[in-house]
């Protein structure tokens, strides 16, 4: 099945700075990348996603770019602010209908 | 919040017990999904159905059975609960959209066994 690693687990940035959030992923079927963001206590939402047609998508402070020779795809959080700290997950689907997850990265954005 | 409830929200159980979850949803989508959130493992799929009594295994499906009998309810069911069990488990359901597709989450039920 699909394997999806993301790095780094833990990223600690300064207020107004950039955040980088990478994965891999290892079936080359994989036409849909979502990111979703978790806050405290609360269910995952999505934030933005990516298919494998586009190699960049922006919305705001937040951006997602794909790689599909290399198998990789970021999320880029620019002007980072406090409402930004949270777990991130990316995702990868082989399928129409399965998600695989990566580890998750706790970002927090220090004042 | 698509339309996702989940029941219980908390839960604590003692070893050996049998549990059941309930996912409920009232937008007809026909996938529902079942993941289980431990730290260091992000999400993981336990099971997943694709219609009323069409239901398939994630990659963590040892221990767990589900049943769909009604397009909006999906539940899980742990027939005999283990300390390995405790975790947070969200109910997920897919939407499907033009040109792709978006998966939703419950908002969660934290089990605890003890």
């Known amino acids: 099945g699909e394997n999806v690693e993301q790095h780094p687990s833990t990223l600690s940035v300064q207020e107004g700075d950039s955040a980088v959030i990478k994965c891999t992923y290892s079936?080359?079927?994989?036409?849909?990348f979502p990111w979703y963001k978790q806050e405290l206590g609360k269910r995952p939402q999505l934030i933005i996603d990516?298919?494998?047609?586009?190699g960049e998508k922006k919305d705001q402070r937040i951006a997602v770019t794909l790689n599909k020779t290399a198998k990789h795809f970021s999320l880029h959080i620019t002007e980072t602010q406090p409402e930004d700290s949270a777990v991130y997950f990316c995702?990868?689907?082989?399928?129409?209908?399965?998600?695989?997850f990566g580890a998750g990265t706790t970002v927090t954005v220090r004042a | 919040d698509a339309g996702i409830t989940q029941s219980p929200r908390h839960k604590v159980t003692e070893t050996g017990t049998p549990v059941t979850l309930r996912c409920h949803q009232t937008?007809?989508?026909?996938?529902m999904y079942w993941y289980r959130q431990d730290p260091g493992h992000g999400l993981r799929l336990i099971h997943y159905?694709?219609?009323?009594?069409?239901?398939d295994k994630g990659e963590v499906s040892d221990g767990y059975s589900v049943s769909r009998s009604k397009t909006e309810d999906f539940l899980l069911t742990l027939e005999s609960a283990t300390s390995s069990q405790t975790s947070v488990y969200f109910c997920?359901?897919?939407?499907?959209?033009?040109?792709?597709?978006?998966?939703?989450f419950g908002p969660g039920t934290r089990l605890t066994v003890t």
């Open positions: 995702a990868a689907s082989p399928h129409d209908y399965k998600l695989s």
């Open positions: 079936d080359s079927a994989s036409n849909y």
């Open positions: 990516i298919r494998s047609n586009v």
């Open positions: 937008e007809n989508h026909r996938y």
């Open positions: 159905s694709y219609g009323v009594k069409d239901t």
């Open positions: 997920a359901i897919k939407a499907s959209l033009a040109g792709g597709y978006e998966q939703y």
